[in-house]
């Protein structure tokens, strides 16, 4: 397997093990509320050894049913915070034990802000962390997420709900293209190829 390969299926195995932890979450509470994500949590139905933080779903649930838009904003970085120590970590820890030398250290500098584009904000990890930080590291990535003055948390979050909407509906392969290095320096010639 070459080190590109490499790249794109540890980077593909943490995307998945957000969406196979999160997508079934969100369709039941999206059809069925709290309710259904409750009944799934008493009664153990949910995935072993990841189990649902129901915590963070009924603070998501007080913060909708009472329009408290701080509850809905801190249940979600709730969320984001168990996905980046517990869900994807195994693909960080995938990256840190390859053997590559200086393999965090290019996946930091290449680390760059998804809504920096959109507001002009948030920046890339190593301008956040510094050259010495490690990616891999969730308390290193924690940093660059939730940073008070430069983090991409506060961006997304100042953003305006239509804006929020506009960046979502983006088609992912539209958003990929601007993220990779490879496809902005061939100029476009050799695209994503799904």
């Given amino acids: 397997?070459?080190?590109?390969?490499?790249?794109?299926?540890?980077?593909?195995?943490?995307?998945?093990?957000?969406?196979?932890?999160?997508?079934?979450?969100?369709?039941?509470?999206?059809?069925?509320?709290?309710?259904?994500?409750?009944?799934?949590r008493t009664k153990g139905l949910d995935t072993p050894g990841r189990a649902i933080d129901i915590l963070y779903w009924n603070q998501l649930w007080q913060g909708e049913y009472?329009?408290?838009?701080?509850?809905?904003?801190?249940?979600n970085l709730n969320l984001t915070n168990r996905e980046q120590q517990f869900i994807v970590q195994d693909a960080w820890n995938d990256f840190a034990t390859h053997g590559v030398v200086g393999l965090e250290y290019l996946l930091g500098v290449l680390a760059q802000s998804p809504v920096k584009d959109v507001v002009g904000g948030a920046d890339s990890f190593t301008s956040v962390r510094g050259l010495t930080a490690d990616i891999t590291a969730f308390s290193d990535r924690w940093v660059w997420i939730d940073d008070a003055s430069k983090g991409i948390w506060q961006d997304w979050t100042g953003l305006s709900t239509g804006a929020r909407t506009g960046m979502v509906t983006i088609p992912l392969r539209t958003r990929a293209e601007s993220f990779s290095i490879f496809y902005i320096y061939s100029l476009g010639l050799f695209p994503i190829i799904w």
Wanted: glycine share 4%.
């Fill in 1 to 40: 397997m070459t080190i590109s390969d490499f790249f794109q299926k540890t980077l593909m195995k943490g995307n998945y093990d957000i969406f196979d932890d999160l997508a079934w979450q969100f369709r039941a509470y999206e059809t069925s509320g709290i309710w259904a994500l409750r009944h799934v």
């Fill in 66 to 75: 009472s329009s408290s838009t701080t509850l809905v904003r801190t249940a």
